[in-house]
């Protein structure tokens, strides 16, 4: 049988590692001296977790990675990821074997769960280094910080455990009014964290701080920052851009019809917008199950010939509609694009975020398997 032709999808994301290189150079001025975890959950929030692992670690602009469940830590040491990872939760029950055997660091956070990961271990025959996940304020994960020094005696119990590390979260970080809760929050961990030393030894890698953190707060006796978002380019707070990051990752496609339209005329399901004036219409092959949100029915924009067009009705499963305006000239075969520039204009994850009530986190992961991604500007 014929081989059938390759045929790439009618989307794609670019993603420019040189950028994250140089967004991840930025957490380390800021970090002081802190070693950089670069978290790649969520398949590098959509940007290809192994791919930006990899060049972070060619170019050392990483020292740690950090993952959301075991598979995501197996595939970067299957793709070739030397340097520690850590899962930021804690493990399933039934996945703990799987976890201990990854060689990834493991997060605990209460009895129950601290002895399970230690029976697995011995089970295993493994030496597990673990980091306790302390809760000061997110509600996520974790006991409080009084509970630390008791927690740390209980995994030195563990003969195959070993306690590595210790760490919160904050949920605060990325607002200035949220300043003084996170100021209380890193404090109240480092005095747990100091009598958990005093009295058991030092604790070699100690960290609270996500982007937010990185970019606006006195990290004090901290070893160890853990940053997501900037490295891809994004301030978690879109109004403060506290630091020169530059977005990574661009997402294009082309226009696949056009028409000319006359007033009156209704577009998408629900026939949701009516054309006030003679216009073009473009069709751009992506929806929702690319990951352009359906929130953005009659209010995202799309740059086509340099110009920001708006989303007119409803966004389909897999195709777009937007008005290119009355005398555009578009053809099919444009380019249209979703997220990066066009001569000049810029869409970002964060207008497209605004625009779906959503933040850039869930924009850019929210791209999904149907995009093909490409990857530029490796170091080598
Ligand atoms: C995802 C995550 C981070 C990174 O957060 P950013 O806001 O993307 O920098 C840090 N710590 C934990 C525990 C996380 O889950």
């Given at each position: ?76 040491i299957a793709a070739g990821i030397t340097r520690p990872i850590l899962k930021l939760s804690p493990a399933l029950p039934h ?190 092959p992506v929806g929702y199950a690319d990951g352009f949100p359906r929130l953005l029915s009659n209010r995202g924009v799309v ?78």
């Open positions: 049988m014929a081989s059938m032709p390759y045929c790439p999808s009618p989307s794609q994301a670019v993603v420019d590692l040189a950028a994250i290189v140089h967004n991840l150079g930025q957490v380390r001025e800021q970090a002081g001296g802190r070693q950089v975890m670069f978290a790649v959950k969520g398949d590098g929030y959509g940007h290809g977790a192994s791919q930006c692992a990899l060049e972070a670690q060619r170019t050392n602009a990483a020292d740690w990675f950090a993952v959301a469940n075991v598979a995501e830590g197996q595939k970067l996945d703990l074997d799987a976890a201990a055997t990854s060689g990834m660091r493991l997060t605990v956070t209460d009895d129950t769960n601290i002895a399970a990961t230690g029976r697995s271990a011995r089970r295993l025959a493994r030496t597990v280094k673990v980091h306790i996940g302390v809760d000061t304020g997110m509600g996520r994960i974790g006991l409080p910080a009084g509970e630390l020094l008791r927690l740390a005696d209980l995994v030195d119990r563990e003969p195959n455990l070993e306690l590595e590390g210790v760490f919160t979260h904050l949920p605060l970080a990325d607002t200035p009014d949220g300043e003084d809760f996170t100021t209380h929050q890193i404090e109240d961990f480092l005095a747990a964290v100091e009598r958990t030393a005093t009295s058991r030894g030092p604790i070699a890698q100690v960290h609270v701080a996500n982007s937010g953190a990185v970019l606006g707060h006195d990290l004090g006796a901290t070893t160890m920052v853990r940053t997501g978002i900037a490295a891809y380019g994004y301030d978690p707070n879109p109004s403060l851009q506290r630091a020169n990051l530059r977005p990574a990752l661009a997402w294009r496609s082309w226009v696949s019809f056009v028409k000319q339209v006359a007033p009156g005329t209704n577009i998408g399901y629900g026939r949701t917008w009516t054309a006030e004036r003679s216009t073009t219409i473009a069709t751009i740059l086509l010939g340099g110009r920001r067009c708006p989303v007119v009705g409803r966004v389909c499963m897999d195709q777009i509609m937007v008005d290119a305006g009355p005398h555009a000239g578009t053809k099919v075969g444009d380019e249209a694009v979703l997220i990066g520039s066009q001569a000049g204009e810029t869409i970002t994850a964060d207008d497209m975020a605004t625009a779906a009530e959503t933040i850039s986190y869930e924009i850019t992961s929210g791209l999904t398997a149907r995009v093909d991604r490409y990857w530029i500007n490796a170091s080598q």
